[in-house]
């Protein structure tokens, strides 16, 4: 059964910092997703990537699939980027697998 | 361009009541799924569908049952409702394998 682990769990920055969050899952997988959801709010999709790593804007996620690792950076984080960020493994099946999040707050 | 459309956004239930939660997307997607995220743990598949007419079970489908006549729609029926139903509930859908989901703004749903 594939399992995804993330960690920290929770993570608080200044505005301004660099901030990484790790991902790890225990069997191969077709594709690894980032998404980000608010207090209350929606969930959003940040990534999808299979090797090698995406940037959009500030987000970085990078993939190392001999690890069975993902990670998410911010560069430049920002109050707004306050949020839960959830790593998900999809399988061949189509089936998405969560991660239990990662909490952060960026203090101004 | 609506994306995925939830109904209702809250609602609350008395033990043993059934009811509906409604999903709907407009872009043709062929995958569609229902998901639960409770407090402390990760979002949870309850049923998924990847096509109109064919409906399977995900990780936690007791007491739900689902059905896809539409591409379009993919409701979510709550048979006999139960406190540990309480939940968000969450509609995704996504064209395929290769291509990333969108979701719904969620459903929250309290038993009493």
């Known amino acids: 059964k594939n399992e995804v682990e993330q960690s920290p769990q929770n993570l608080t920055a200044q505005e301004g910092e660099f901030i990484t969050i790790n991902c790890s899952y225990s069997?191969?997988?077709?594709?690894l997703h980032w998404l980000q959801q608010h207090p209350g709010g929606g969930i959003v999709s940040l990534f999808m990537?299979?090797?090698g790593k995406k940037k959009h804007g500030r987000l970085i996620a990078t993939i190392n699939i001999q690890e069975k690792h993902s990670s998410l950076h911010i560069t430049a984080s920002h109050p707004r980027d306050s949020a839960v960020y959830i790593c998900?493994?999809?399988?061949?099946?189509?089936?998405?697998?969560f991660g239990t999040g990662t909490l952060l707050a960026v203090q101004p | 361009n609506a994306g995925v459309t939830q109904t209702p956004k809250f609602q609350v239930l008395k033990t043993g009541q059934s009811m509906t939660l409604q999903c709907a997307q407009d872009?043709?997607?062929?995958?569609m799924s229902w998901y639960r995220q409770d407090p402390g743990m990760g979002l949870r598949l309850i049923h998924y569908?990847?096509?109109?007419?064919?409906?399977d079970q995900g990780e936690v489908p007791n007491g739900y049952n689902v059905s896809r006549s539409t591409t379009e729609d993919f409701p979510l029926r709550l048979l006999s409702a139960a406190p540990s139903q309480t939940s968000v509930y969450f509609c995704?859908?996504?064209?395929?394998?290769?291509?990333?989901?969108?979701f719904g703004s969620g459903t929250r749903l309290t038993v009493v």
């Open positions: 069997v191969g997988i077709s594709a």
């Open positions: 995704a859908s996504s064209r395929g394998q290769s291509y990333g989901y969108t």
């Open positions: 872009m043709n997607h062929e995958y």
């Open positions: 990537l299979s090797s």
């Open positions: 569908s990847v096509g109109a007419g064919i409906t």
């Open positions: 998900a493994s999809r399988g061949a099946t189509n089936k998405l697998i």
